[in-house]
């Protein structure tokens, strides 16, 4: 694996992280996104990232700054690419918005750089083709606050090259993450693969009027040893993303799920309760029941 200059195209929640997690490893990284105002918030994001490392990684002011000053930042993409090994793309999970941009990147990028997109809904033969390289393309996916919950997930199409793909995975474990290949396309990867499903099997529960939820998590965190049932999950990742999935399934016909949108709507969301980003979800916070120390008897 040759890669030097790594190029993160798009600099929002998850690409400010990837970023920051390269340069602090050690690249030079190139951040783009498209126009100046984007680029500034990228900094302020980047800048509110470097307690957490201080935190949870015990990163010294003199690492951190060495990290940052690894970054450059670019409002053009020929600038942006220009001596790419690498270029992690981080755009909006809109189809059409990355098709173009992948067709403005490979004219943009050097012959030698390998594309990967971070989509956690998408698959990459998707966009194959609108990239010009499809063997030099395959995804890398990250999962949020990516220096603590490090997990890079590797996935081929059916048109990647291994080499590629061997590379990608020395890059990930280069980066402090711990590399995990996938050798077929999958929606969702391993760990939404594994995670929905589950999610929504506590939430039909709930639905039916089985079981509340402190009762649902209780059984799940006692029998397995778990530190979380699915509504203490749900209210991290948020009500509305759980809402997003139910009411999709539901207009695509599929009745249960229309009901449990409904009930999402009407008994959370409406309410201003979205999990733990407003403070009440299923529990409220900053304290929640589950972590309270008679929750499990």
Do not use: C
């Amino acid at each position: 694996m040759n890669y030097k200059n790594i190029t993160v195209a798009g600099s929002g929640v998850l690409g400010s992280q990837i970023a920051f997690q390269t340069a602090y490893h050690g690249f030079n990284v190139s951040v783009y996104d498209i126009n100046d105002e984007a680029i500034e918030r990228a900094k302020e994001r980047i800048t509110k990232l470097k307690p957490r490392y201080q935190e949870d990684l015990g990163a010294s002011e003199q690492e951190l700054e060495a990290a940052y000053n690894r970054l450059s930042f670019y409002s053009e993409l020929s600038q942006a690419v220009a001596d790419a090994d690498l270029v992690i793309e981080a755009v909006p999970e809109v189809v059409d918005i990355k098709i173009d941009f992948y067709n403005k990147l490979g004219q943009a990028a050097p012959e030698k750089t390998v594309f990967a997109t971070n989509t956690s809904t998408l698959l990459p033969s998707q966009f194959a083709d609108a990239t010009g390289r499809p063997e030099k393309f395959l995804a890398l996916h990250f999962a949020n606050e990516i220096w603590k919950n490090n997990t890079a997930e590797v996935m081929m199409h059916p048109g990647t090259d291994k080499a590629v793909f061997d590379d990608l995975l020395e890059f990930a474990k280069a980066i402090g993450m711990v590399a995990l290949p996938l050798y077929k396309e999958q929606p969702g990867y391993i760990l939404n693969s594994l995670l929905v499903p589950f999610l929504e099997a506590g939430q039909m529960l709930l639905m039916k009027e089985v079981a509340d939820p402190e009762t649902i998590d209780k059984t799940w965190m006692i029998a397995t040893g778990a530190p979380k049932g699915p509504f203490a999950i749900l209210d991290i990742v948020g009500i509305t993303t759980a809402y997003n999935i139910a009411n999709a399934k539901g207009e695509a016909g599929v009745p249960q799920f229309k009901e449990l949108a409904n009930l999402l709507k009407t008994e959370y969301i409406d309410k201003g309760k979205l999990g733990v980003a407003t403070g009440e979800g299923f529990y409220k916070y900053p304290n929640p029941s589950y972590e309270q120390p008679g929750f499990l008897k």
